[in-house]
């Protein structure tokens, strides 16, 4: 009944899953995502195709490598940034279980 009313959380259980699930399963899952859309439309693989035709074609090898590293960069900071507030949510309710018991 604790549960049903609120009086006992399950967070930090489900809040350990949610963050697995965004920092491992949905870039995995969007990866999949993208290449599907590609191949199921037509016009989305050739938006692809020509963008990268117009624009990764025309930077030099220099560009090229410091966008991977800017968007690699990017990925772990976004990552890091998750993992942060995970670790904050978590801290909450255990601050939260210390103070009610």
Do not use: C
């Not at 940034?81 to 255990?94: G, K, N, P, S, V």
């Amino acid at each position: 009944m604790d549960f049903l009313s609120f009086k006992s959380f399950i967070s930090i259980p489900v809040l350990i899953g949610f963050y697995y699930m965004g920092a491992v399963v949905m870039p995995i899952f969007l990866w999949f995502v993208s290449l599907w859309l590609t191949n199921k439309f037509q016009f989305i693989d050739t938006l692809q195709k020509k963008s990268k035709e117009m624009i990764w074609h025309r930077f030099t090898l220099q560009q090229k490598i410091l966008f991977v590293v800017l968007f690699t960069m990017a990925f772990l900071f976004i990552e890091l940034f998750w993992r942060m507030m995970f670790e904050f949510l978590i801290a909450y309710m255990q601050i939260r279980d210390a103070l009610v018991h």
